[in-house]
């Protein structure tokens, strides 16, 4: 079971896909030890990954808050003189 390990996933969904492909094999028991420390190696990268990918959207999230949505829920917010 050999991985590359600066293939980058296309993707947040093909990291997690391949996580959970990863805790299966090392849950069943069957990897050997240098197996196991590969697939463990490639986790903590796809987890870096997946990790780096929330906080950009948490970020875009926290941007729209500050702006585009403010701008929708001020006209109801404001007292008229």
Do not use: K
């Not at 990897?31 to 870096?48: D, H, I, K, N, V």
Request: charged residues 15%; hydrophobic residues 35%.
């Amino acid at each position: 079971m050999t991985r590359r390990a600066s293939a980058q996933p296309a993707n947040f969904e093909a990291a997690t896909t391949e996580l959970e492909r990863i805790v299966a094999d090392m849950e069943s028991g069957q990897l050997t030890l240098e197996q196991s420390l590969a697939s463990y190696q490639r986790g903590a990268e796809l987890l870096q990954f997946c990790q780096t990918a929330l906080n950009a959207a948490q970020q875009q999230v926290q941007i729209l808050e500050n702006g585009t949505l403010n701008n929708f829920n001020s006209p109801n917010s404001q007292d008229d003189n």
